[in-house]
C-alpha cells in the first residue's frame, strides 16, 4: 500500500511530496519506505524496519497524520 501526498504553496514557493509505502523484506521484517522532497526531484529516501506488521502500520498512520497537519493532500489513488 503507496500513500502520495502534495504540498503546494505558490506565494511560499514550495512545490514537495511525500511518499510512504509498507513493505516486506525477503526476511519477513515489516518496514516502511518513504520517499519526499521538491516536486521533479528525486528526493530523499528512508527506510525503516519494525518487529511487527501492525508497528509499521502504526507508524505509517502516524507519519501520515502528522504530515496532513502539516498540510500535505492525499493524492487520490491512480487508475486507469
Known sequence: MQI???????????DRFYCV?????LFGDHGIHRQWGRSGSWGRIRND???TKQEAQRA???LINDKVTRGYAINPPFSE
Open 4 to 14: 502520495d501526498m502534495k504540498r503546494v504553496d505558490p506565494e511560499l514557493n514550495m
Open 21 to 25: 509505502e509498507l513493505t516486506k523484506d
Open 49 to 51: 524496519w519494525f518487529d
Open 60 to 62: 505509517m498512520s502516524k
